[in-house]
Structure formats: C-alpha cells, structure tokens
C-alpha cells in the first residue's frame, strides 16, 4: 500500500475486517478503540450500530478506569459480561450509565504490541455465555485487525486519536434511502404500523394516521427526530425509552400526552435496520404520574445522552485521589465531552491563581497566566471566582468587548470559564477553551456548570489528599534511613516500595548499623498498617533496635527489649522483626526472629535456601516473650536476602512456595551488580502499579577484606 490513497486504504480495509466481526458474530453494536501514544487512554476508533452521539462518554476511556474495555487491556484478556446483572456487581459505574439489558464482551487486540480492544455488544436475548468456538472466533478477529494495525504503522499511516470515531455499516444495518424503502422496510418489521425511525432517531415514513395523531403534516416531521419537532417529547425520558430499544433491541411502549389532552400509547419495536413505532390513542385514564404538559417551558431539560455523559463524568470525579488524577481526568473525559481544545485548571491559592494543569496550550501562554490574583481583571477569571458565576464567550469579538487584552493571550476562539466553589469558597477556576468560534446553548452551560461543581469537590478533596500524603511521605522518608554504612567485607543493596494503594506509606523498614570494625547488625521489620500511625511507630521500632544493637546486647535480648518498649506504647499495632548480628572476627551470623519471614541465603556455588529460623512472636504483644537465637557460618561470597511480606504474599498463593520461588529468583540471579539483583528480585512480585502492601528488601554479600576481586557497585 502506498500513495496518497495508503492511509484511507487502510482505514477501508480496518473497517472491513471491524465490520465483518460484528456481522458474523451477530452482535448488534461494536466499537475498536486503540491505544493513544501515550499509552493511557483509549480513543474509539471505530463504531457500528447505534449513532455516534451515544458513545460520546466514552470516546476517550483512561485505561486505569474500572470499566470492561479497560480491564481488557491492562490485564490483556477477553473480559465477558452475560446481563445487566453481572454488570451492575462487576462494573457498577459502567452500569450506571448503561441501564440497559445487553451482554458484552471486550477482547485486547494484540499483535507485537498493544493496540487496543474490540468491543461487541448482544441483546439480552443472546444466551449468558460464550461457547469456545465464539471465543476462538473473536480472538481470530482481534488478531487480524492487530495485523492490519501493524501494516499501517510500518507505513506511518495510524489513526490519530483527534480524528475522532467513524460509524461504518455492518451489512445488517441498512438505512433507508427513500420514503418506498423505509415502507418496504417498517412493513417487514411491523404490518400495520405508523411511523418509522432510522437509528438516529430521524423519522423516514410516517403514515397519515400518525400525522393525524401526532399533529403534524409529514413534510414537517421526515428527517427530525421526535423530540425537536414534537417539542412535547421533549423530555429525557421520552429519549431514554428510544436509547434503550435501539441498545438493548427489545421493544419498549411508554405514554405521553400531546397538548392539551391527547395521551397516546407509543410502541418501539427495533431491530438492526432502525425502529418501526406504533401509535394508538390510549384507552385508559392518564397515568398518575403524566409527562409534563408544558413542553415550550423556558429551561428545558438537558438531553438524555448529556445527563448519561454527567453521570458518567460525575462517577470518574468521586474515584480521583490526588491532583493529578482531576487535572487527567478533566483532560482526558471532560475536555472531549464537549469538543474543547485547550484546558487551564487553576487553584486558589494565597490569593492568587496558581495553575495546577493544562492541556492544548504553548508553555509561554501558561506562563503569563500562572500566579494571576484572584481579583484580576486581564481575564475573566477573577470575576468569574468573585462572583461564583461561569463566564461564556463564543468567539473573539465577545471576549474583546469586556476584556480587550484576554483574546491576545493565546489564539483562542471561544472560552467558559467555570469558577470552583466549595462552600462559598473559590478553590479555583477550570477553563476550557476551543479552537474555532463555539456557541454554548443553554443545555451545555448547564451541564458545565453543574461539572464545576463536581470538580470543585474532587479538586479540594486531593489537594487535601496531597497535603496529608506529602505530610506522611515526608515522616516516613525522614525515619528511614538515608543512606546505608560502608562496611569493608560487605556489599550492600537495598529498596523500599510502597503500596500503590491508600496513602501510599507504610510501617516497612531496614538498616544497617556499624558495630565497630569486625561487625556489624542487619535489622528489618514490619509494622501493622499504611498510615501515619505505622510509619511513626516504624521510626520507633527502628530508634530502639537502633539503641539496644550499639549497646552490644545480642540478638535476641535487642528483640526483647524493644518488644517490652513497645508493650508500654501500646499502640495497638503489631510489628514483626528479623535481627541479624555479623561477626566479622569470628565468621558467624546469629539472627534471631520476631514473627517474620526467613531471610534466604545463597552460598557461593549459587545453592540457595530459607535460612531454619527459629520462630519467635511478634513484638508488642507479650512483655515476657522469648526470642530464640539461631547461628550460621559466614563464609566468603555468602549473599543474605532479608525481606518483608509484600515481596512474597499474593492471594491464593501458599506463603511457603512464595518464599521457595523468590528463592529460586534469587538462585538465578546474577550477583555480580546487587542492584541489578535487587530490581530482579522486586520485579518477580508483580506489576509496581498492583503492589498492595508497601514492600523493603535489603541484600547484603559477605567479601572478606584480602578478596581482591572487584564487581560492579562496589
């Protein structure tokens, strides 16, 4: 492939091979999203069976969110969904947005690399499962389209994410192209009918009778949809009942009443092609509850594709944690949602405005804008934060009447700027920007403006956040030691890791303490918790191991005596504890345990085994425990492993053959650079974005003074 025409060649035959999996696998919507560069968000590329408005919540997904395209890439397997049931307890926010009866799955297209995940969705008509042939058969699909992928990218020729999504026919869902088709069509679907809708919602017949019911000629409803020109369906629940026949395809009836008292019964009927609908005066009285009968009134609701896309967006907003989370949600979800090209989020902060994050700005732009005073009259946003009240400006001309310096700041055409109120407290301004003159319709500035509030509260709260985990980060990195001694006959790795959940603290710790010139001591325990309470009761399990051993006091008096100190503190949290004393002198190791896992040795013919410990009960419970001591040899190239249970605990993995793998790892690994056998060993437990508990290790290899081979590190 080559030429001017490469790239739409190979966009037509991505499609091709897109739609030909929906169609045999007789889904009735499909959707391929693909990679963005960055690799942190999925753009949809590519859809099938139902309008592209409907999707406009997710055509941008962060690959971190908890929904079934997602979990499809990052864990790089087939993810199916057989009911709304399953949906709601696996998927819950996805759930919420699609209230709809459907069975879905979500495949990763994978080739060389990753690309992305193929989405397809079935009625709940389909049975709950999937038999292995569909599975081969989808998995075939996703492996051809990964190929076409990679054709495309050896010439340069991928997908922009910014091109946004096409909707391509799949064969089965044909689109009437004239007033004898779409008859010829609503008959096959419904003898007898009145109207008929393509899947945009667009009438394409309407029959006499339905003029008559409806109130309009049919010149005057052929190619609008119902609810801009029958204004009293103008309501979102009236739009919802058509959101779910054409996604679900089952047929949905509901009641509405045409001013002043004409109730109608109305029928859906769906299938691939669009939606035959049937019309009858209804028999009975009005339902208790009758749609509104004022259908012109001035604040019309919002659509019900917006209010889907708030909840959704609402939803992202109550799972963010630090500021970077909003900052990446707001650009990634709220940014597309309504098609602006630029972003500044901007805290209060000592009375000014200091800019926390942007997205389609030049640098120099950002930086005249950061620090401005909350007062400020270059831009709208200082009266927008006094005021409380969102500012729109649709083009240029609009800013430069009230703010003539504003529009020269960058080369912006249309802004909104959304002030962030909490309480009546201004925590900061979101502007979204675009790049060609926009109008804000009534509907949009309210969806905005309700969104600003959502983000004023997930902006507050992860500066919160931040501030406490910076706070804790920092009392945990000062108990810790900076660096480690350098010891003559030892060579020395060690790392901490913390969880990657909660605060991202942790009691974990190590040290290595000089005992004069032929010993030293090797400690390192866990305290119970990831939180401030167990990184400060860490630094006094440190402090008082840290005493005992410069005192000279053996292994397990050291463990005793902190254990009675931390009896008195009572602080409710239990700590486990591994000291080991070296005798340069004597070449002996005497360790002695306080409920934590065995160090692993490693002899220097590479043989490799827990050390037999002793056990010995956790610190802090009995005053009286006893800590028996074990004794090993020290001999020349002897390489010592001590670690905390994050390195080693995994769910439904027995802690005995945890340890006998890591000591395999350990066997393997090349000893010659300790810190290249530290990173071996940490990435052997897993993903560091998966890490739930905070993780030290600490290697240290016996060289006796004399040896005179060197080795990278030392």
């Not at 091709?16 to 169609?23: E, I, L, N, P, Y």
């Not at 926010?93 to 459907?102: D, E, N």
């Not at 989808?138 to 340069?156: F, K, P, Q, T, V």
Request: one cysteine or more.
């Amino acid at each position: 492939m080559s030429g001017p025409g490469g790239a739409a060649t190979d966009a037509e035959e991505r499609d091709a091979a897109f739609a030909d999996t929906v169609r045999r696998t007789g889904a009735s919507i499909g959707a391929l999203y693909l990679l963005a560069p960055d690799e942190q968000v999925l753009c949809l590329d590519v859809l099938s069976g139902v309008p592209a408005d409907f999707a406009a919540p997710w055509v941008r997904v962060p690959l971190a969110a908890p929904m079934p395209v997602a979990v499809a890439v990052r864990e790089d397997r087939m993810v199916w969904v057989g009911s709304q049931e399953e949906m709601s307890r696996a998927y819950p926010r996805t759930a919420m947005v699609v209230p709809y009866p459907l069975a879905l799955v979500a495949a990763p297209v994978t080739g060389v690399q990753r690309w992305g995940v193929l989405m397809l969705m079935w009625p709940a008509t389909r049975p709950p499962y999937m038999t292995a042939r569909e599975r081969g058969n989808i998995a075939a699909s996703c492996r051809r389209l990964a190929r076409l992928l990679e054709e495309a990218a050896e010439h340069g020729r991928l997908p922009s994410p910014a091109d946004g999504p096409r909707v391509v026919l799949t064969g089965t869902d044909r689109r009437p192209v004239s007033p004898t088709m779409a008859v010829a069509d609503f008959v096959e679907r419904l003898p007898g009918g009145s109207c008929a809708l393509d899947l945009e919602g667009r009438f394409t017949f309407v029959s006499s009778g339905a003029c008559d019911l409806l109130g309009r000629d049919a010149d005057q409803l052929l190619g609008t949809v119902p609810w801009q020109s029958l204004r009293w369906l103008d309501d979102p629940v009236y739009e919802d009942r058509y959101r779910g026949a054409v996604i679900s395809r089952e047929p949905v009836a509901f009641t509405a009443c045409r001013p002043p008292d004409h109730w109608l019964d109305i029928h859906l009927y769906p299938d691939a092609s669009g939606i035959s609908v049937r019309i009858v005066p209804c028999g009975g009285q009005p339902p208790p509850a009758p749609a509104p009968r004022n259908p012109a009134r001035p604040a019309a609701l919002a659509r019900a594709g917006r209010l889907y896309q708030l909840m959704h967006l609402a939803a992202g907003l109550t799972e963010v944690v630090g500021v970077q989370d909003v900052i990446d949600l707001v650009a990634d979800q709220i940014m597309p949602a309504f098609g602006a090209q630029g972003m500044v989020l901007s805290a209060a902060d000592a009375g000014r405005l200091r800019i926390t994050g942007y997205r389609g700005y030049a640098a120099d732009v950002i930086e005249r804008l950061d620090g401005l005073p909350l007062d400020t009259g270059l831009t709208p946003a200082g009266q927008a934060i006094a005021g409380g009240i969102p500012a729109f400006f649709g083009d240029p001309d609009e800013m430069r009447r009230i703010y003539p310096q504003a529009p020269l700041m960058s080369d912006k055409q249309a802004w909104a700027f959304l002030p962030l109120i909490v309480s009546g407290r201004p925590v900061g301004i979101c502007i979204l920007s675009y790049d060609r003159p926009h109008t804000f319709p009534a509907e949009e500035r309210a969806v905005m403006t309700s969104l600003a509030g959502l983000v004023a509260q997930a902006l507050d709260r992860a500066r919160l956040y931040d501030l406490k985990h910076e706070l804790a980060h920092g009392l945990q990195q000062a108990l810790l030691p900076r660096s480690l001694p350098t010891i003559a006959e030892l060579r020395v790795a060690a790392r901490y890791l913390p969880a990657t959940r909660g605060m991202d603290i942790g009691g974990d710790f190590y040290d290595l303490i000089r005992l004069g010139d032929t010993a030293a001591a090797a400690v390192i325990g866990d305290v119970q918790g990831h939180n401030v309470a167990a990184a400060a009761l860490m630094g006094q399990v440190r402090s008082g191991v840290l005493v005992h051993a410069t005192l000279g006091t053996s292994p397990d008096q050291v463990l005793a005596r902190t254990n009675r100190l931390l009896v008195d503190l009572a602080p409710d949290l239990f700590t486990s504890c591994l000291y080991a004393h070296l005798d340069f002198a004597h070449r002996r190791v005497t360790l002695a345990g306080a409920g934590h896992p065995p160090p692993l040795r490693r002899l220097p013919d590479g043989d490799t085994r827990p050390v037999e410990l002793a056990p010995g009960p956790l610190l802090g419970i009995d005053p009286d425990a006893v800590f028996p001591v074990t004794e090993m040899p020290l001999t020349p190239g002897l390489t010592l492993a001590f670690y905390t249970d994050g390195l080693i605990e995994r769910p439904g993995v027995d802690v005995d053959e945890a340890i006998d793998g890591l000591a395999r790892h350990l066997a393997d690994a090349d000893d010659r650079d300790l810190d290249a056998l530290v990173d071996a060993l940490l990435r052997q437990a897993g993903p560091d974005g998966r890490r739930t508990d905070d993780t030290a290790l600490l290697v240290l290899q016996h060289r006796p003074a004399g040896d005179g081979e060197r080795h990278p590190g030392e």
